[in-house]
């Protein structure tokens, strides 16, 4: 028997229960200051003195890892494979030299497929600074078994500490992506040509003013390429759909402001397929005018949330007609949410 199970046998009868410890956590979400900071005392004195109870829940083993995560991955029980929303994911081989350590783990089941990726939701616990990354490596067909790499490096470029252990997680899997490159959008730009509407906008730091903002206005999430430009650009209003180049993505607002032709691409709610394209204007003999820059925006609603990418192009109205709209389009069709995770020891076992 080894220490961790002999500890383990002599904490047993003294460890509070499982509801206990979630009762206590629960309470530190609904206090006052002052109160919530003694209620997670409490916590912290039942979970730090009896780690081995703290991870037998999600929560529990969440709150000791960033108390202590030599102690939670200490007491993290090893489990190789794991099920959820019928899909299974599983730890099938471990490799550990110098300061890296690689995982290949598969999921399989559900709609995973080919294409699966897992929408930057995964996470790596170990008890020392790291940094880690995925990347989908096979597919085997027969199976219908997808393959991810997972490697990770320690901060300082230490070796791998030995008899570690690591905690690999992942909460979204995105199936079904289809990729749409160089397409031609059914979309005849010479009749853009006026000043189009505009919508209000607003950035999350203008939040800091106190200032409300109006229930259908825009927040700006971001932008590409000359992002001063970006940041300031107007935002067309979005109107009816004028072209789909792809199944979840359309056009939904083309024409001038500012001096500039923008033209409007609508990605659904992104946050739940992440459909996203790339514009650009080709005339017939090849030559290609790329944006000048890119603006993200979104609906304020959460429930029926929109995104929209709007693109900006330096060309003059009676040059655009001898133009096309073409891009590159990605798109998902299923995303699947759960909770995915193994723990396994940072040792070679191939």
Request: proline content about 5%.
């Amino acid at each position: 028997m080894n220490f961790q199970e002999v500890y383990a046998r002599m904490n047993e009868p003294l460890q509070p229960s499982p509801a206990l410890v979630e009762q206590v956590l629960r309470r530190t979400k609904h206090r006052r200051p002052w109160r919530r900071l003694a209620a997670a005392a409490i916590a912290a004195a039942i979970l730090l003195a009896t780690p081995a109870l703290a991870v037998r829940t999600e929560t529990g083993y969440q709150l000791l890892y960033r108390m202590s995560p030599a102690a939670a991955q200490f007491f993290q029980p090893v489990q190789m494979r794991c099920t959820d929303q019928g899909v299974t994911m599983e730890v099938i081989a471990v490799q550990v030299e110098d300061d890296t350590a690689q995982a290949y783990i598969t999921f399989t089941g559900g709609t995973v497929d080919a294409t699966t990726d897992l929408f930057d939701s995964y996470s790596f616990h170990l008890p020392f600074d790291q940094i880690g990354h995925c990347e989908r490596v096979g597919w085997d067909e027969a199976t219908d078994t997808v393959t991810f790499l997972c490697t990770v490096q320690t901060m300082d470029g230490s070796p791998i500490p030995t008899g570690r252990k690591m905690t690999f997680s992942a909460r979204q899997l995105l199936t079904g992506k289809k990729a749409l490159e160089n397409a031609e959008v059914n979309l005849n730009l010479g009749d853009y040509l006026a000043e189009t509407e505009t919508a209000f906008t607003w950035k999350p730091e203008d939040q800091t003013t106190g200032q409300e903002q109006p229930t259908d206005a825009f927040f700006r999430t971001g932008g590409g390429g000359d992002l001063d430009l970006a940041d300031t650009m107007p935002m067309l209003l979005p109107g009816l759909v004028l072209a789909e180049p792809a199944k979840g993505l359309t056009i939904t607002a083309a024409g001038y402001a500012g001096g500039l032709f923008h033209i409007q691409l609508c990605r659904g709610n992104a946050t739940q397929l992440d459909n996203h394209g790339r514009l650009w204007l080709e005339a017939a003999d090849g030559t290609q005018i790329e944006p000048l820059c890119s603006a993200a925006f979104a609906s304020s609603g959460q429930a029926d949330r929109l995104d929209y990418d709007q693109f900006a192009f330096d060309v003059a109205p009676a040059d655009l007609a001898g133009y096309t709209l073409r891009g590159d389009f990605y798109t998902s069709s299923t995303l699947i949410e759960g909770l995915w995770q193994v723990t396994f020891p940072l040792e070679n076992n191939f």
